[in-house]
């Protein structure tokens, strides 16, 4: 049995709180980690919103159900299965946004990254394939994916701050 792969444009949703123009200093994009949805996700930031700041809250492509039909369902950016398609699929759609929301504006805004969890590796992966210039970058409870070496770290990661976050909870 052969495999083969259908290329087609889908609709996929994103969440901006703010309003991005000549006003605009910063814009930031924020992704969420595994089994998130960005309406739970992007919920708590609503208390930062500033009218010079636009928030962008793209959403992985990949849903499923969290613990069964019916029940909660969560998002995730890819799975080992097709992992590569996966990721060319939310570099392009990433890419859109980009275009989009931030590029008409790039030379006049701070950009600024944040990937919690699985959306620091996703994060991380689109800047190293689009060259995205950013002002910073935050890892929070992540790291670089591990595909990307110190070549690409030297030119994708050394124009801008990259700050690396973990939360760290003990019981008292």
Same mark, same amino acid.
């Given at each position: 049995m052969e495999k083969k792969n259908a290329k087609f444009t889908i609709d996929a949703p994103y969440y901006k709180l703010g309003d991005i123009g000549?006003?605009?200093?910063?814009?930031?994009?924020? *992704?969420?980690?595994? =089994?998130?949805?960005?309406?739970?996700? &992007?919920?708590?930031?609503? @208390?930062?919103?500033? +009218?010079?700041?636009?928030?962008?809250?793209?959403?992985?492509?990949?849903? *499923?159900?969290?613990? =069964?039909?019916?029940?909660?369902?969560? &998002?995730?950016?890819?799975? @080992?299965?097709?992992? +590569?398609?996966?990721?060319?699929?939310?570099?392009?759609?990433?890419?859109?946004?980009?275009?989009?929301?931030?590029?008409?504006?790039?030379n006049k805004i701070l950009l600024n990254v944040l990937g919690f969890s699985q959306g620091g590796h996703t994060a991380s992966r689109w800047i190293a394939k689009s060259h995205v210039k950013y002002d910073k970058l935050i890892l929070w409870g992540s790291s670089l994916a591990a595909e990307i070496g110190s070549e690409e770290v030297k030119n994708h990661f050394g124009n801008g701050k990259t700050s690396w976050w973990w939360a760290i909870r003990t019981s008292t």
């Open positions: 000549s006003h605009t200093k910063k814009i930031w994009l924020i *992704f969420h980690g595994y =089994g998130q949805l960005i309406d739970d996700f &992007a919920e708590p930031f609503a @208390s930062f919103e500033q +009218e010079d700041h636009c928030i962008l809250f793209p959403q992985g492509l990949s849903k *499923f159900y969290l613990k =069964g039909i019916d029940q909660k369902i969560g &998002a995730s950016w890819m799975t @080992s299965h097709d992992r +590569e398609m996966d990721i060319a699929n939310y570099i392009n759609y990433l890419n859109f946004i980009f275009e989009q929301e931030i590029q008409p504006f790039a």
